[in-house]
């Protein structure tokens, strides 16, 4: 697949703010933190799944055209409509905006008993460096719980470090989606490493990359 959508446009298209509730019986505030010194998240895609929900990345396995898309463009829309066929889907929200070195966002959605909350969004400047989580669990009572999470790889394109293959924003404005065959499965990410474009005393970081807070919000 060789699609050229600039990554900011594909946000501005594709990533509105919070979607109304669909179900669940309580609701919860997630939040997103960029714990890396010189990497973006792209707009992210929060949701909530009953407890049947399934995984939609698994380390170690081919992560398919969902998580493709996600990799390498920050495009979330084919795996908010492979969760939707799913039919587990609780609730989903959109985080409008990159969110830079050091910065947060926060989104509200609505959450089963039992149910699990997941997130995904795109490390750029990378070919296909990304975050994604299907199975935190909200607290059970008053407070919050923190989890952290490490940059995954997902094998779907040669990291070259080349602006050529990595969309924006600064320093690169390539493509979104590249042709180019990587390793073939999910697996953790090796950083930058300073062989194309890419600056590694810039870009580079040791896992993990973002944070993950999510409190029950009561009445």
């Known amino acids: 697949m060789n699609v050229r959508t600039p990554l900011l446009l594909a946000a501005l298209l594709g990533l509105a703010a919070t979607t109304p509730a669909l179900a669940g019986d309580d609701r919860v505030r997630v939040t997103l933190t960029n714990i890396t010194?010189?990497?973006?998240?792209?707009?992210?895609?929060?949701?909530?799944?009953?407890?049947?929900?399934?995984?939609?990345l698994t380390p170690g396995m081919p992560g398919g055209a969902e998580v493709e898309q996600l990799a390498e463009g920050g495009n979330t829309a084919p795996l908010l409509d492979k969760l939707m066929a799913q039919g587990h889907l609780t609730d989903f929200a959109k985080v409008p905006g990159l969110i830079g070195p050091g910065q947060s966002a926060s989104v509200e959605l609505m959450v089963d008993e039992n149910g699990a909350i997941?997130?995904?969004?795109?490390?750029?400047?990378?070919?296909?460096?990304?975050?994604?989580?299907?199975?935190?669990?909200?607290?059970?009572?008053?407070?919050?719980?923190?989890i952290t999470l490490a940059a995954m790889d997902a094998g779907t394109e040669v990291n070259d470090e080349s602006c050529a293959s990595i969309p924006g924003p600064p320093p690169c404005h390539g493509e979104a989606v590249s042709a180019a065959d990587g390793e073939g499965y999910v697996h953790t990410h090796r950083g930058i490493h300073g062989i194309g474009d890419l600056d590694a005393a810039e870009k580079d970081w040791r896992n993990p990359v973002a944070t993950v807070r999510v409190e029950r919000l009561h009445p």
Do not use: C, E, K, W
């Not at 010194?37 to 939609?56: C, E, I, K, N």
């Not at 296909?128 to 719980?145: E, K, L, N, S, V």
């Open 37 to 56: 010194a010189g990497q973006y998240l792209t707009p992210a895609l929060v949701f909530s799944q009953d407890r049947h929900g399934m995984p939609f």
């Open 118 to 146: 997941g997130l995904a969004a795109m490390l750029v400047p990378t070919n296909d460096g990304f975050i994604g989580a299907h199975d935190i669990m909200p607290p059970r009572g008053q407070g919050g719980t923190t």
